[in-house]
C-alpha cells in the first residue's frame, strides 16, 4: 500500500512539474523500450522545476521555461529513481548508473551523530557496499561530540554496526592532504583527509535531509564538509577566511561548499571515478550531525543515484518542493531561511554539474 502511494507521488510530480509554468504543455518522452519514463526539467529562481520551452525569454527575477526537448538532443545528465528504499532499490537505482569502479574503493558516507541520528543504517547499505568490495571512509568533525576525535569516531562507527559489514577508516586521522580548487571565488585550495588519495574511484551514499547551516545535505555536502578535514571543515565554514566557522558569510560559506566539491570531483578523473546515491527517508530538516533531530514531517521518497551531483541534488529538492504547500513546508523553510539552494546556484556556474536533468523511474 506504501509503495503505491509513493508511485502515486511520484507520478504526480512528473506531471505537475510538465503543467507548471508553462504557456504551452508538452508531454513527458518516454524511452524506446517503454520502461522507463524520462523528463528533462529546467530550473526556475524559486528552485523548482518548470518545462523547458521553445519560446521562453528572460524576464525579471523569475526565469522562463525554455526549451521543450527531452533526452539527448539537451545532452543533460539523467538522474535515476526507485520508491523501493530497500537493500534491493538501493543496488537496482546503483546499477541503473552503468558505472564500473576501478581500483581500491572509498564507499563515503556520514556515521551519524549519537545517540539518534538518522544515518543510513547498515542493513540497507550492506549489499552494495560489499558488492563493490568498499571500505567505508568518513572524517572526522570539527565541533564538539563523538566523532570530533579519532579514537571516539571510529567507536561511533563500530556501534552503529558499520564495521560489521566492512572495513572502515577515518580519512584524516593523519592529518590533511591539499586539493586545488579550479575556478573558485571564495577558495583556493580544500583540505581533505590525507588518506583521500589512497583511493581510485568513490561511491558517495549520502542521506538527504535539512541542515541548520546549510539548508539542506545531500551530494555536495557529502563530497566537500564530508571529505574535508578538521582543518577543511573549519576553512569551508568560515567561507575561506580561516575565521570563525561560526560566524562567517552566509552565501561565502555555501559556495566554499560548492567550491571543495568540485575539487574533490576534478581530481577523481574530473567526475569520471565517483558517482553519487541520495536516499529520500529519515526527511528531517536536521542533518545527521545532529544526535536529537526533529522528527519528520514528510513520508519517505525514495532513493535516487547520478554521476553528477549538482542534478542529483537539484532532483532531491524537486521532490520536496512538490510538497512545499504540504508536508514539505518545514523542510522548504529550512532550505530557504539559509538560502540553501545558492549552493547549487554557485556549483553549476562554477562547473561542478548542472541543475538541468532528466529524471528516469526504475520501477516497473
Known amino acids: 500500500m506504501r509503495k503505491r502511494f509513493l508511485s502515486f507521488i511520484l507520478a504526480f510530480l512528473l506531471l505537475s512539474m510538465v503543467f507548471t509554468g508553462c504557456s504551452t504543455q508538452n508531454e513527458p518522452t518516454t524511452d524506446n523500450s517503454g520502461n522507463q ?8 529562481s524559486s528552485g523548482t522545476n518548470s518545462e523547458k520551452s521553445d519560446d521562453s525569454t528572460d ?9 521543450g526537448q527531452t533526452g539527448s ?16 532499490g538501493l543496488m537496482a537505482v546503483y546499477e541503473a548508473l552503468g558505472w564500473t569502479p576501478t581500483g581500491k574503493v572509498a ?7 549519537p545517540p539518534a541520528s538518522n544515518y543510513l543504517r547498515p542493513e540497507l547499505i550492506k549489499d552494495l557496499v560489499q558488492s563493490v568490495s568498499g571500505t567505508i571512509v ?13 579514537d571516539m569516531h571510529y567507536q561511533v562507527a563500530k556501534d552503529h554496526g558499520f ?29 581533505v583527509g590525507s588518506a583521500f588519495a589512497d583511493y581510485d574511484s568513490y561511491l558517495v551514499l549520502s542521506h538527504f535531509k535539512g541542515h541548520s547551516m546549510a539548508g ?14 578538521s582543518e577543511g ?9 580561516g575565521g570563525s566557522m561560526w560566524g562567517g558569510e552566509q552565501d561565502a560559506f555555501l559556495e566554499a561548499m560548492a567550491e571543495a566539491g568540485k575539487s574533490v570531483s576534478d581530481y577523481l578523473g574530473n567526475g569520471e571515478r565517483i558517482v553519487y546515491v541520495n536516499v529520500m527517508n529519515r526527511l528531517s530538516v536536521d542533518c545527521d550531525c545532529d544526535g536529537n533531530p526533529a522528527e519528520p514531517d514528510i513520508h519517505d521518497i525514495g532513493i535516487l543515484a547520478s554521476t553528477d551531483p549538482v542534478a542529483l541534488d537539484q532532483a532531491c529538492i524537486d521532490l520536496i518542493y512538490a510538497q512545499k504547500d504540504g508536508d514539505g513546508a518545514s523542510l522548504v523553510q529550512r532550505i530557504e531561511s539559509r538560502n540553501g539552494l545558492h549552493t547549487l546556484e554557485h556549483a553549476e556556474e562554477i562547473g561542478l554539474g548542472s541543475r538541468h536533468y532528466s529524471l528516469v523511474s526504475i520501477d516497473e
Do not use: W
Open 37 to 44: 519514463d524520462t523528463t528533462s526539467y529546467n530550473v526556475n
Open 59 to 67: 524576464s525579471g527575477n523569475d526565469s522562463t521555461p525554455s526549451g
Open 73 to 88: 538532443d539537451l545532452d543533460v545528465p539523467t538522474v535515476y529513481m526507485t520508491t523501493d528504499i530497500s537493500p534491493d
Open 107 to 113: 564507499v563515503k558516507l556520514s556515521t551519524g551523530e
Open 138 to 150: 568518513e572524517c572526522n568533525t570539527a565541533y564538539g561530540g563523538s566523532r570530533s576525535e579519532t
Open 163 to 191: 564495521t560489521d559489514i566492512a572495513d572502515f577508516q577515518i580519512l584524516d586521522e593523519n592529518g590533511s592532504m591539499t586539493l586545488p580548487v579550479n575556478g573558485g571565488s571564495v577558495l583556493k585550495e580544500n583540505y
Open 216 to 229: 539542506y545535505g545531500g551530494a555536495i555536502k557529502n563530497i566537500s564538509i564530508g571529505l574535508a578535514s
Open 233 to 241: 571543515k573549519a576553512l569551508i565554514h568560515s567561507g575561506g577566511t
